[in-house]
């Protein structure tokens, strides 16, 4: 089982669509959570830290299961400009031995 | 405020021959990490230094890739003789300051290299 997942996609929807992606990891122990979003050939930047209270952002809301070990992201009134690979973040270890671990991304296409 | 910088942004060369790519954090960021992005493996790290040092180097795939840090503002990655597989974007990200708390990573534009 790979230490993070998530669902490749692509997800094709519609302007003002709500989507949402999941992203699995497998080790219990991982410290903190993020989203990241990285437009074609561009560098990938942060979305959102996920906090285990779950945390929003404008048209975005990050969750956090700890029991089920995954992690969502949900856009409403998904926008053109929402269209990129959303990376799944996961810190693992603690302390100098912290490592952040990546998966491999979802896409989406909003399409007007 | 410069972000991470990187050079080149494009590489094209012949296989066997040497690669270097250069990475400036932002000032005042004390980590530094250099990635490798392919499609089949996407973000994959490297090596990593924290104050100049190199950290874990555990994702250098092979001696033929080698880091530097020789201070603050300026690392190296030198891959040499170069190979078809090593073609990918390779990314420098910088951390330090408030964003070493929440954890966050800035990227450079990345070095896309292409060997033929």
């Known amino acids: 089982r790979k230490e993070v997942e998530q669902d490749p996609g692509p997800f094709n929807v519609p302007e003002g669509a709500t989507v949402a992606f999941n992203c699995t990891y497998s080790?219990?122990?991982?410290?903190?959570f993020f989203w990241y979003r990285q437009d074609c050939r561009k560098e990938p930047k942060l979305l959102m830290s996920?906090?285990?209270?779950?945390n929003e952002d404008g048209r975005f809301t990050a969750q956090l299961n700890r029991a089920s070990q995954y992690i969502s992201l949900l856009i409403r009134d998904s926008k053109l400009s929402d269209s990129a690979t959303y990376l799944c973040v996961v810190n693992m270890g603690a302390g100098n031995n912290r490592k952040l671990i990546w998966g491999l991304g979802t896409s989406l296409a909003v399409n007007p | 405020d410069a972000g991470v910088i990187q050079s080149p942004r494009h590489e094209v060369t012949e296989m066997g021959q040497e690669v270097t790519l250069r990475c400036k954090p932002i000032s005042g960021h004390d980590y530094l990490f250099w990635y490798r992005q392919t499609m089949m493996r996407g973000l994959e790290l490297l090596i990593y230094?924290?104050?100049?040092?190199?950290?874990?180097d555990s994702g250098m795939p092979e001696d033929r890739f080698s880091a530097k840090m020789p201070n603050a503002s300026f690392s190296t990655l030198k891959i040499q003789p170069s190979e078809p597989r090593d073609s990918a974007v390779y990314f420098c990200?910088?951390?330090?300051?408030?964003?070493?708390?929440?954890?966050?990573?800035?990227f450079g534009e990345g070095s896309r290299l292409t060997v033929l």
């Open positions: 990200a910088s951390r330090g300051g408030t964003s070493g708390h929440t954890g966050e990573l800035f």
């Open positions: 080790n219990s122990a991982s410290q903190s």
């Open positions: 230094f924290n104050n100049n040092v190199p950290i874990d």
């Open positions: 996920v906090y285990s209270s779950g």
